[in-house]
């Protein structure tokens, strides 16, 4: 026996189960984050269950990613191959990890610092502008940017920057909380509290506080990637229906 033909979705349906505005539902699709949408004899969009998954997975990544990852992701579990997606997935998860791992090391550099405020690094430990750069995966010109708005203070050795401990505890809490969307002002003000009075409940509260988006982050990946299974799923029966 035949199932029976899958129920067809108009595009203002679509977008209300997933809660999108209709153009938004279109420019999802015209983005390839949803499969391409059927066309009946009027010229009309016609959306299915897997178009709604879809969605939902866009919705959950983008909450975790941000919308414009999530935009270069979905098209791959769209079109590519399961082993593409389930790539694309892992690496999500991963970035996730590294970030959380960033955070932790850049509260451990502040209470190390702290514990030796002399500063006196091993010369094996002082690292150029180039390698804090790569240490950080960053271009040597942000580190020098942070520096202009006195937010890193490397040493000099003639116009070379030296960055000992204290200068690279600094650029790790820049960078982290740089990724977690705080602005140089607020950065700068915990900064110049930390070397005034040390870590203090500003310093360690906004850490935490971008420690609990990152395990939010990983929640709604979790969603995300149930919707995902289940779009990859989907895309494995969908020849038998066209």
Do not use: C, F, K
């Not at 579990?77 to 850049?106: N, P, Q, W």
């Not at 942000?142 to 890193?152: N, P």
């Amino acid at each position: 026996m035949s199932n029976p033909p899958e129920r067809m979705l108009t595009t203002a349906a679509v977008g209300l189960l997933v809660g999108y505005s209709a153009q938004q539902v279109r420019d999802l699709e015209r983005l390839g984050v949803i499969p391409r949408a059927q066309r009946a004899p009027n010229g009309y969009r016609g959306y299915h269950e897997r178009h709604v998954t879809a969605l939902r997975a866009y919705r959950a990544v983008a909450a975790a990613i941000g919308p414009v990852a999530a935009r270069r992701i979905l098209p791959v579990v769209v079109t590519g191959t399961v082993e593409d997606a389930a790539e694309a997935v892992d690496d999500l998860h991963a970035a996730i990890a590294r970030d959380r791992a960033d955070v932790r090391g850049a509260l451990r550099a502040l209470v190390s610092v702290l514990a030796d405020p002399t500063d006196e690094s091993d010369e094996r430990d002082v690292m150029t502008i180039g390698e804090l750069a790569d240490a950080l995966g960053l271009r040597p010109s942000a580190l020098r940017h942070w520096e202009d708005h006195g937010l890193v203070r490397p040493a000099r050795a003639g116009a070379a920057r030296r960055y000992r401990a204290r200068a690279i505890a600094e650029a790790r809490v820049v960078a982290v909380l740089r990724a977690g969307g705080y602005g140089i002002p607020h950065i700068s003000r915990v900064l110049d509290q930390w070397r005034t009075h040390g870590l203090t409940a500003e310093a360690r509260d906004l850490l935490d506080a971008r420690l609990s988006d990152l395990t939010r982050r990983s929640i709604r990946l979790l969603e995300g990637a149930g919707h995902l299974h289940a779009l990859l799923d989907a895309r494995q029966v969908e020849p038998a229906r066209q």
